[in-house]
């Protein structure tokens, strides 16, 4: 049996210091300031882009920005985010989104979306749940050639509303259904 030296531990704990480094909680980050930076910036162009969005802030309860997902895929497809819960125009959580797929596809794009919870439950729900995902209650607005928001009563009154923008790059057969929306620190 070998002896554990002074010297053999210190080497051993130096060695394994960059591993432990990358296990930050995120306390005294600044990740938050950054996911916020960008929120601001998202929903600045997004009202001043899409005016008709600011009536659907106004009338939800909630939002959850997320300022830049980036997806990829060739046959197996994956995408990531991270992003921001506001209610009351103030941030209360960080979240991240999360998706994988299968099937044929191929390319890759970035896009902003924010979802609108536009009732109280849907909200509740939301937070509440350790991982949310995005499913069939969900009415998807996308903005059209002319560059204007199309939404009509049935989107106004589903409990969450997702606009999607800013897309930039080619990926056939994307969508957000099946995105995971994760609780994070930054």
């Known amino acids: 049996m070998s002896k554990l030296s002074r010297r053999?531990?210190?080497?051993?704990a130096l060695a394994a210091s960059p591993l432990l480094?990358?296990?930050?909680?995120?306390?005294?980050?600044?990740?938050?300031?950054?996911?916020?930076?960008?929120?601001d910036s998202t929903l600045n162009y997004l009202y001043s882009t899409y005016p008709n969005t600011q009536d659907l802030a106004n009338k939800s309860t909630g939002q959850l920005v997320m300022p830049l997902i980036t997806e990829g895929g060739f046959i197996f497809g994956g995408g990531f985010g991270r992003g921001a819960l506001r209610v009351?125009?103030?941030?209360?959580?960080?979240?991240?989104?999360?998706?994988?797929?299968?099937?044929?596809?191929?390319?890759?794009?970035?896009?902003?979306?924010?979802?609108f919870f536009m009732t109280e439950d849907a909200?509740?729900?939301f937070r509440a749940a350790s991982g949310w995902v995005a499913g069939a209650d969900i009415e998807?607005?996308?903005?059209?050639?002319?560059?204007?928001?199309?939404?009509d009563t049935t989107t106004i009154t589903s409990p969450v509303v997702a606009v999607i923008f800013g897309q930039a790059g080619a990926l056939v057969g994307v969508s957000l259904e099946g995105t995971k929306y994760t609780r994070i620190i930054p």
């Open 8 to 12: 053999s531990f210190t080497l051993g």
């Open 21 to 39: 480094a990358a296990c930050g909680n995120g306390v005294g980050s600044t990740g938050g300031q950054k996911i916020d930076a960008r929120v």
């Open 88 to 115: 009351g125009g103030a941030t209360v959580d960080y979240y991240s989104a999360t998706k994988g797929s299968v099937g044929l596809q191929i390319g890759a794009q970035q896009f902003a979306h924010v979802l």
């Open 123 to 125: 909200l509740t729900d």
């Open 140 to 151: 998807y607005v996308f903005s059209d050639k002319g560059e204007n928001l199309r939404t």
